[in-house]
């Protein structure tokens, strides 16, 4: 499976937007990008995916760049129950079913 | 609706013990998923089935670890005998089986061996 980048880290205030990026310069032409994001002490939670064109739903936006080799996922108005591990995932079209977790980054949102 | 369902909840038990983790997978959901979860390694895939029929065994630790899924709604992960270094957090997972769908998962059995 293709590689993903993320950073360790980040903080963001409470009620304001939120950028987390994923860099994926291996990406293959059929690989889907997905995003799971890990709240303490539960499983991880499906949050978002896209495979060329920007993507909405009621959780959160994913902003994928036009060469594919870099993602971005947007929380438009962070909460403190956003507060967990984000977590970006290739995953190609074909007979490939299982996700593999990389370390993720955590999200600490600041009251 | 109710979501994948597993039990327990926490293990405790010493070292040699057999343990046993249940997992009921959402209806309808033809794919199910073991991972592992800890500090060292963070989250890893144990074993997939589809259809019932396991898939991808590749991330089994060793021949202490077994799984099964007899039907549709129900599977176990089995750890005989048990060892310290098997602690960690045990999720299950079920999705409708298509590449692209997305993984619904447990909250997960935290084990401790002692």
């Known amino acids: 499976d293709a590689k993903t980048t993320q950073p360790n880290s980040m903080e963001s205030n409470e009620e304001e937007p939120v950028h987390l990026p994923c860099n994926h310069s291996?990406?293959?032409?059929?690989?889907?990008i997905h995003w799971y994001r890990q709240l303490p002490s539960q499983g991880p939670e499906y949050v978002i995916h896209g495979l060329t064109s920007n993507v909405n739903n009621r959780m959160a936006s994913l902003a994928i760049a036009e060469d594919r080799k870099s993602s971005t996922l947007i929380l438009h108005r962070a909460t403190l129950r956003d507060a967990a591990v984000y977590y970006c995932?290739?995953?190609?079209?074909?007979?490939?079913?299982?996700?593999?977790f990389g370390t993720g980054t955590r999200l600490t949102i600041i009251p | 609706d109710a979501g994948v369902i597993q039990s327990p909840r926490h293990e405790v038990t010493e070292m040699g013990q057999e343990v046993t983790l249940r997992c009921k997978p959402i209806?309808?959901?033809?794919?199910l998923f073991w991972y592992r979860q800890t500090m060292m390694r963070g989250l890893e895939l144990l074993i997939y089935f589809n259809n019932n029929v396991p898939i991808d065994d590749s991330g089994m630790p060793e021949d202490r670890f077994s799984a099964k899924m007899p039907n549709a709604s129900f599977s176990t992960l089995k750890i005989q005998p048990s060892e310290p270094r098997d602690s960690a957090v045990y999720f299950c997972a079920s999705s409708l089986g298509a590449d692209y769908q997305p993984q619904h998962f447990g909250d997960g059995t935290r084990l401790s061996i002692l």
């Open positions: 995932i290739l995953r190609g079209v074909f007979g490939n079913e299982k996700l593999t």
């Open positions: 291996t990406i293959s032409g059929t690989d889907y």
């Open positions: 209806s309808g959901h033809n794919s």
